[in-house]
């Protein structure tokens, strides 16, 4: 007699996922562009072969994910690129359940900052050096204030970032300097560190406008370090997981 085993349930994938995918896959394609005006709920419950049900929750899951949406007081759905806030808000959310510890996220900022810093010699705008400018400046006058100087200092990295002309690296890193911040913002809660990191900013702008790469690399560098060395003078956990900014 044939012995008795068991059999997992078979798992179906919703309908709604399955057309979701399918009007995914023509997007990111090309194949509809973004700014297209998509069919109504009817025309594509036909050309899916789907309830207008089924079409409704897939787009329901797309407008979520930033890939379609409806311009203010309008019914009409249309193709867009997520917004990059929409993007970092979910790794940041990520990183913060998978408990990516401090000296994770301070590595990963030594590997990519620099590389931007140096982009950003070669490719800064002279309305972005102006930007950065304006923010020495506002640091400047804040460099003994612990509630302005991590502000500031995201910024100022932001700012690098656009300078690069890199969109991957803005994309990449935004989700990064979220949660950094809050990681900076303890430092200053024990140190006061305000100058040093100005003196490290003025550097690196100096750098940028002499269109100095390997110098505004390597002071960007330095500054990730002294960033290491604070959190470790305010006598703060490395190993701690990071923490999404209130």
Do not use: C
Request: no cysteine; net charge negative.
């Amino acid at each position: 007699m044939a012995g008795i085993f068991s059999l997992d349930p078979i798992q179906t994938e919703p309908a709604y996922r399955i057309a979701a995918r399918a009007l995914r896959e023509k997007i990111v394609s090309g194949e509809i562009a973004v700014g297209s005006t998509l069919p109504s709920e009817m025309a594509m419950a036909a050309l899916l072969s789907v309830n207008r049900s089924t079409v409704r929750e897939a787009i329901r899951s797309l407008e979520e994910t930033g890939v379609v949406a409806r311009r203010p007081g309008g019914k009409k759905l249309f193709v867009t690129a997520p917004p990059p806030e929409t993007l970092s808000d979910r790794m940041t959310t990520a990183m913060v359940l998978h408990k990516v510890t401090v000296e994770e996220l301070w590595r990963s900022m030594l590997v990519l900052e620099p590389g931007t810093a140096a982009l950003a010699a070669q490719h800064a705008t002279e309305a972005q050096l102006s930007a950065l400018d304006a923010n020495l400046a506002a640091t400047r006058s804040h460099v003994h204030d612990p509630a302005a100087i991590p502000a500031l200092d995201l910024a100022f990295h932001d700012l690098i970032a656009e300078a690069s002309g890199n969109r991957a690296i803005q994309l990449a890193r935004q989700p990064l300097g979220a949660l950094f911040y809050p990681a900076f913002e303890q430092i200053f809660q024990h140190l006061d560190a305000g100058s040093r990191m100005f003196d490290a900013h003025r550097a690196i702008v100096d750098a940028l406008k002499a269109r100095d790469a390997a110098t505004a690399e390597e002071w960007m560098r330095k500054h990730i370090v002294d960033f290491r060395r604070g959190w470790e003078l305010a006598g703060l956990d490395l190993s701690a997981p990071v923490s999404a900014a209130p």
